[in-house]
Structure formats: C-alpha cells, structure tokens
Nanobody, 124 residues
Framework: QVQLVESGGGLVEPGGSLTLSCVAS????????MGWYRQAPGKQREPVVS???????NYEDSVKERFTISIDPARNTAYLQMNSLKPEDTAVYYC??????????????????WGQGTQVTVSS
C-alpha cells in the first residue's frame, strides 16, 4: 500500500500565497508522477497541475503563472507553491501519485493513489 499525506492548506486573503506539500510513503518501486487536483463545492474534481519524476510539468490554464509545482523524487514529495490566490481557487486540493509497485518476485504493476485532501480557502 501507498499513503499520500498532504499538508499546507488553510485560509488566506485574495492575493496571498500558500504552499502545499504531499509525501508518498509505502512500497514504491518507482515514482512516475505526482500532481494536484481540486474540487470546489458543488463541482467535479478537476486537474490543476502534474509533474513527472523527471520534472516535466503540465498546468491548467487557470493557474499558469500563479502556481508552481516541484518534486523531490528521492523523498517522494511534491510541493505546490500557490501565489496570487483568488476566491475561485477555493477548493479541497487532492494529491495524486502514479507509482510502480512489486506484486511478487519479478511481477510489477502501476497504481494510482490519492491523498485525503486539504482545504484551501481564499477569502477576505
């Protein structure tokens, strides 16, 4: 099993900044990518940004130039620096990780895991 633990959410005023962290732990053979999704009240979960273990990133248009994702593959940790936050960024942010695990000797499989989510509220 793999566990993802997010931290760093909270309440911030419009224009403020927050940094989210996500640590993946457990039986991980390879870490392919990590990312963040968010779900606002009454809306579906949507992708925000992702990063491969090699550092390639993919940002949604709504957060480009404001959010920055980084990864530390040695620590299986991803960070999301969020600047110039807007009220519409208010949501529960979920960490996602794509990993390779060993099922048994010589047998491997890819899995997708989710964190529990951390609340980000942007309000004055």
């Amino acid at each position: 099993q793999v566990q993802l633990v997010e931290s760093g959410g909270g309440l911030v005023e419009p224009g403020g900044s927050l940094t989210l962290s996500c640590v993946a732990s457990g039986s991980i053979v390879s870490l392919y990518a990590m990312g963040w999704y968010r779900q606002a009240p009454g809306k579906q979960r949507e992708p925000v940004v992702s990063i491969t273990s090699g550092g390639s990133t993919n940002y949604e248009d709504s957060v480009k130039e404001r959010f920055t994702i980084s990864i530390d593959p040695a620590r299986n940790t991803a960070y999301l620096q969020m600047n110039s936050l807007k009220p519409e960024d208010t949501a529960v942010y979920y960490c996602n990780a794509q990993v390779e695990q060993q099922l048994k000797e010589g047998v491997y499989a890819d899995y997708n895991y989710w964190g529990q989510g951390t609340q980000v509220t942007v309000s004055s």
